[in-house]
């Protein structure tokens, strides 16, 4: 949305922009940012830690499985190949986005990466897809993204006392609900959902043989194969 007289490259018009469709995300982080405060602070962590890390190591997934293994006693040497094993994803995420960013500066790559997550990856494929590829936005998208996520963090730190382990208030239904919107808007036609329902039946299966790590990557690829077969086959 432009004010009257406002550049469509101003600072204003940018962030106002990418608050817009950052909102979804923030609208997951900052209950799960919740839980991950009140996890954190039960399993012994101060408060400056807790923070830190969500400042400084910005993967919620890998934070909460950090916190579980922090609680459980296990050694600095597993926390680190756990949580870079939960994170190899990434790895996929820096190929499929790399030929989009040609032309970006080193700085400004490091800056992209750092905050890239499953949800922003989401997002900038989606905008990408479309031909949105505006530098400013998409840096704003990401510092907006991570900031609902301290802001969870810190609420969780200040409120954990009194909201538990969060499960009494579904903050562990919000990171699955923000990816099913996340999806939604990407849905474009039959091989899409054909990938979707197959993929999600997959990674379902794959949970109840407790293989919920690298069968879902797996599952996910899989969708992506059965949702190509479908293109082809409804293309002829």
Known sequence: MLYSGEQA?????VWRAALGQTLPIAMGY??????????AGKAGLDAINV???????????A?????GLFAAGASGLSIVITTLAVNLRHVLFSAAMAPLLSGWRKRELAAFSFELTDESFALHAARFGRGDKDKKHTLA???LAQSAWVLGTALG?????????GRAFALDFALPGMFVALLAGQL???????AALTGAGFSLVAALHGASGFG?????????ACGTVAAAWTDK
């Open 51 to 61: 923070l830190a890390m969500s400042l400084l190591v910005y993967a919620g997934s």
């Open 9 to 13: 490259g101003a600072p204003g018009a």
């Open 216 to 224: 879902t990557l797996a599952a996910g690829l899989a969708g992506a």
């Open 63 to 67: 934070q909460l499985v950090a916190v």
């Open 30 to 39: 900052v209950p799960v940012g919740m839980a991950y405060g009140v996890l």
């Open 141 to 143: 998208i990401n510092v």
């Open 188 to 194: 474009k036609g039959p091989s899409h959902v054909v």
């Open 157 to 165: 730190v200040i409120l954990g006392d009194a909201l538990g382990d």
